[in-house]
């Protein structure tokens, strides 16, 4: 949210592009997936599955992306009529070790959730090696739900459901708003993309039993 290199280039008047957004946003070009609406997509899929208690292993609070996604669990969840139960919240900071931690903990809750959310894949890997070291199976006990889509999703035991992110896509089009903005020309229609991601769907989401 407040990060010192984005102003350091503004004062320097230093040509860069940037990869998310913050409030500051209309201060620099960027370009951006809508992570709200991925999170939204999860919380769909795993309702019309069947679960309603929804587990929530979110980003790092600093992150300006924390509030983004967090906002669109809330607004599905609504919608949909769910409740968010704050035991089942968890703050992650992106690594396997508090992915398995978070699963740790909300498992332990009297009332544990049939369903996780977690905010990259790397995160869900840690919450699935937890629910399989309980002898649990992972989808048919515990269905797990990542976000980025890495190349490891579609290759783990048992498959990742997460939210897909088109990196080339937005790679590419981060290189050509950079070069627009170091030659000058005209960004209007290239700067501020929000790029909507997709559900994939694999094997670590089904019904509750």
Known sequence: EHDPRIAYMLDQAFPFVVFGRNSS???????????????????RHLAELGHRRIG???????????????????????????????????????????????????LDQPNPPTAIICNNDRM???????????????????????????????????ALTTIHQPVQEIGQMLFRLLRAVIQGKPTEGMSGQLIQPTLQVRQTTQPPV
């Open 25 to 43: 946003q209309n201060e620099f070009h960027w370009i951006d997936v809508d992570g709200a609406y991925g999170i939204q997509l999860a919380v």
């Open 56 to 106: 929530y292993v979110g980003p790092p609070s600093e992150q300006s992306l924390a509030q983004q996604r967090w906002e669109g669990f809330v607004r599905e969840m609504g919608a949909l009529e769910l409740t968010i139960d704050g035991d089942l919240v968890f703050e992650g900071d992106f690594t396997e070790r508090t992915g398995q931690t978070s699963a740790h903990y909300l």
């Open 124 to 158: 869900a890997f840690g919450a699935m090696r937890e629910i399989q070291s309980r002898g649990m199976t992972v989808g048919r006990e515990v269905s797990v739900v990542g976000f980025d889509d890495l190349p490891l999703a579609r290759y783990s035991h048992p």
